[in-house]
Antibody, heavy 115, light 107 residues
Framework: QVQLVESGGGVVQPGRSLRLSCVAS????????MHWVRQTPGKGLEWVAV????????NYADSVQGRFTISRDSSKKTLFLEMDSLRVEDTATYYC????????WGQGTMVTVSS | DFQMTQSPSTLAASVGDRVTITCRAS??????VAWHQQKPGKAPNLLIY???TLQSGVPSRFSGGGSGTEFTLTISRLQPEDFATYYC?????????FGQGTKLEIK
């Protein structure tokens, strides 16, 4: 079964860090670029970051550039999002997605940044 | 950055109706436009990619079209399960951007 399963969300104070994981199954992980997208009720869907299939190229939204780092572990078929210096405005549900078209979405993991 | 502006924000329709949602890009883009459906409490789900290509398993009553700066999603005969929120997305260049969503409600 082709699927993505996120984990790692939670409640964290502003300025702290959190690492999200996204485990892939049912397809050849190394063939695909992988993305993170977040969703808030007020701002809708916001693309966050991408990592190329080989892990060599990455790109970030301006809102997270310099604070978030996307990475992948092919041996574990896992995508990560390391989030540092978290802000209240980073509060959202975070989804991982496969390929530029997001043909597969994870179920999402909720991140709340609050003091 | 390419901005994607969807209209309408809310659309009320009845089962069996034909509806069209429009997405306008801030600049002319190629065919790299996708449409996603999202139901409450669930992740989005890809319906159409490359402007008009139906994702595997998606009913044929969904269709996409357009070019340049204007793109459309049409549902030919609304079914009860189609009442949801729809988002367009451009993947022409980074940062990828989504429209603000169109909520399709039962009239």
């Amino acid at each position: 079964q082709v699927q993505l399963v996120e984990s790692g969300g939670g409640v964290v104070q502003p300025g702290r860090s959190l690492r999200l994981s996204c485990v892939a199954s049912g397809f050849t992980f190394d063939y695909y670029s992988m993305h993170w997208v977040r969703q808030t009720p007020g701002k809708g869907l916001e693309w966050v970051a991408v990592l190329s299939y080989d892990g060599k190229n990455q790109n970030y939204a301006d809102s997270v550039q310099g604070r978030f780092t996307i990475s992948r572990d092919s041996s574990k078929k896992t995508l990560f999002l390391e989030m540092d210096s978290l802000r209240v405005e980073d509060t959202a549900t975070y989804y991982c997605g496969r390929d530029a078209t997001f043909d597969i979405w994870g179920q999402g993991t909720m991140v709340t940044v609050s003091s | 950055d390419f901005q994607m502006t969807q209209s309408p924000s809310t659309l009320a329709a009845s089962v069996g109706d034909r509806v069209t949602i429009t997405c306008r890009a801030s600049e002319s883009i190629s065919n790299w436009v996708a449409w996603h459906q999202q139901k409450p409490g669930k992740a989005p789900n890809l319906l159409i990619y490359k402007t008009s290509t139906l994702q595997s398993g998606v009913p044929s009553r969904f269709s996409g079209g357009g070019s340049g700066t204007e793109f459309t999603l049409t549902i030919s005969r609304l079914q009860p399960e189609d009442f949801a929120t729809y988002y367009c997305q451009q993947y022409d260049s980074y940062p990828y951007t989504f429209g603000q969503g169109t909520k399709l409600e039962i009239k």
